[in-house]
């Protein structure tokens, strides 16, 4: 991830961006940014993606790291940005190494039995764009990640009205948990937990 961390996202997300060649429906990731996240993604592990939009970006990543599972999660409710349409190309485009749970990501952090806590190499958060709940996706993939994992969130830095929710979250959030952002590209974030003072 080529960007430094204070870098503001320069080129708005194009057709030709979200629309890739044998996937069905459309990413909402710049081709930069897939690649952003390929490259932080380990060769074997899992992977948890909160929001999968069509599962063309996940499907993407399974393809070129098949000795990883992903699992995505997304409710599919209609207003939301995805819905029925959505799971169904979501579908389509699944490799083997991929699971979807329709939820959010509190299902999963508030499991009795703790399957998924401190699970997941990787957290991908693209999902409510809402400061509160992306800031709740944050908390969840905090419980969900392994301490020397990483979270990665989408839409970080733009200033669109519905986006901005985005920037606010992940600040609040690394202020509150003790994270940094690490890297960037584009619009992404990688965020880590910072070393204890005194380490």
């Not at 499991?111 to 764009?129: E, M, N, R, T, W």
């Not at 003790?178 to 619009?187: H, S, V």
Request: glycine share 8%; net charge neutral.
């Amino acid at each position: 991830m080529p960007e430094k961390a204070d870098e503001k996202p320069k080129e708005p997300l194009t057709d030709t961006d979200r629309f890739m060649a044998g996937y069905a429906g459309k990413s909402a990731m710049q081709a930069a940014e897939r690649d952003g996240v390929l490259a932080q993604i380990p060769e074997t592990g899992w992977v948890l993606e909160v929001g999968t939009l069509c599962g063309v970006s996940v499907s993407y990543w399974a393809r070129n790291r098949p000795c990883v599972q992903f699992v995505s999660l997304d409710p599919f409710v209609k207003g939301t940005g995805t819905g029925p349409g959505n799971e169904a190309h979501w579908r389509t485009n699944a490799q083997s190494n991929q699971q979807l749970i329709i939820g959010k990501s509190c299902n999963m952090a508030l499991q009795k039995s703790g399957a998924y806590l401190a699970f997941f190499d990787v957290v991908i958060i693209d999902g409510d764009h809402h400061r509160d709940w992306c800031f709740f996706d944050c908390v969840n993939a905090h419980w969900l990640v392994k301490p020397s994992g990483k979270i990665i969130v989408h839409d970080y830095g733009r200033e669109e009205k519905h986006l901005l929710g985005v920037t606010q979250a992940v600040d609040r959030f690394c202020l509150f948990a003790n994270y940094e952002i690490t890297a960037r590209c584009k619009t992404l974030v990688v965020l880590k937990r910072k070393a204890p003072t005194g380490a």
